[in-house]
């Protein structure tokens, strides 16, 4: 079934390939050398790969004129693919995209003079430019590379989850979650993430401003063609619950397509309403700010849709209160 968008209930368009991509293949248990030479091996196949000094390396799947460039770490595409393959192997295998994947070795906010090295070979070699669209994708540290990076092509969309803007410590002295990352130099080279916009058509950065430090690097993004999409309530593993709720992909598949916008997002952000981190969140907030009128009308809402012990047993405490008079309830529903 196709929404007005042309994507489907898995929030992939119907625009998909044959079977015959050849990037099928799990990738799962092996150890990290053969996983990382099948990768290669992979990619080889269909494109190329290239070593990007002692931790990073990158690999191009060469397919139709729209070109996903990802930045990912080793551990997370081992910890979050089931066939241990990268995230933008499942937009080549659904859509047919071209893929650009930038990998780490853990998290290194991809400050290395190899990486931005490759990047200026791709400029000066007009590798972008043989795309039709190009879209940049990443979350945390590979949320700063993917904005800081676009640079390299400009027109590009963006789309970063909980990126940081800089750690340079005059800048981000009050983020003290990568201390060790205080010596790395932001200062020059694809440095300072926000400027690094100016070229993009559209950039979209999405974070809870609930988590101060994340909101605080995301007020860093303000610029004219920078939409700030907030997640209330969502915690501090954005890309897990995009995932989750069958989002992530959708908004892939709609900024390839140019048709991202604010509007499109928020209507597609409305399936938080059944998903439970998200509810028991507002719960818990709820709760703590003792708001029991309110917390009664969550519960209510969540119990007559969805099957959920813990908000039914909440809403028998409240309506127990409610009948020893500690607070006044809402109106019962309508029949």
């Not at 079934?1 to 799990?26: F, V, Y």
């Not at 248990?29 to 002692?54: C, F, I, R, T, Y």
């Not at 729209?66 to 910890?79: C, D, M, S, Y």
Request: glycine share 6%; aromatic share 10%.
């Amino acid at each position: 079934m196709q929404d007005d968008d042309g994507l489907n209930d898995d929030g992939l368009g119907d625009d998909r390939p044959d079977d015959e991509t050849g990037i099928e293949a799990s990738l799962a248990d092996l150890n990290k050398a053969e996983w990382k030479a099948a990768l290669v091996a992979l990619a080889e196949a269909h494109g190329m790969s290239q070593e990007l000094g002692a931790r990073h390396f990158a690999t191009f799947i060469d397919k139709k004129p729209t070109l996903l460039v990802t930045f990912e770490t080793l551990q997370g595409i081992r910890a979050l693919s089931e066939t241990a393959q990268p995230f933008g192997f499942d937009m080549v295998k659904a859509l047919g995209w071209s893929h650009l994947c930038v990998i780490s070795d853990g998290d290194t906010w991809f400050r290395d003079d190899a990486v931005y090295g490759f990047f200026d070979q791709l400029i000066d070699d007009g590798f972008f430019e043989d795309f039709d669209r190009v879209l940049f994708y990443g979350a945390g540290p590979c949320g700063y590379a993917a904005t800081a990076f676009s640079v390299a092509a400009p027109g590009a969309t963006v789309i970063a989850v909980q990126p940081q803007a800089t750690l340079a410590a005059r800048m981000t002295e009050w983020d003290d979650r990568f201390v060790e990352m205080r010596r790395t130099d932001f200062s020059h080279r694809y440095g300072y993430a926000p400027d690094m916009l100016d070229a993009a058509e559209r950039a979209f950065v999405l974070y809870d401003p609930r988590q101060a430090l994340d909101a605080m690097h995301a007020t860093l993004f303000e610029r004219n063609n920078v939409s700030r999409l907030r997640m209330p309530f969502m915690g501090g593993a954005l890309q897990t619950q995009l995932i989750e709720m069958n989002l992530l992909y959708r908004l892939l598949s709609l900024a390839g397509a140019g048709k991202l916008t604010e509007s499109k997002f928020h209507a597609l952000y409305r399936a938080r309403r059944d998903h439970m981190p998200y509810l028991r969140n507002l719960m818990a907030h709820l709760d703590q700010n003792e708001r029991p009128y309110l917390t009664t009308l969550l519960c209510r809402n969540v119990t007559s849709r969805i099957r959920a012990r813990r908000f039914r047993r909440r809403l028998d405490q409240l309506e127990q209160q409610a009948q020893e008079g500690v607070f006044t309830p809402p109106p019962p529903p309508a029949e």
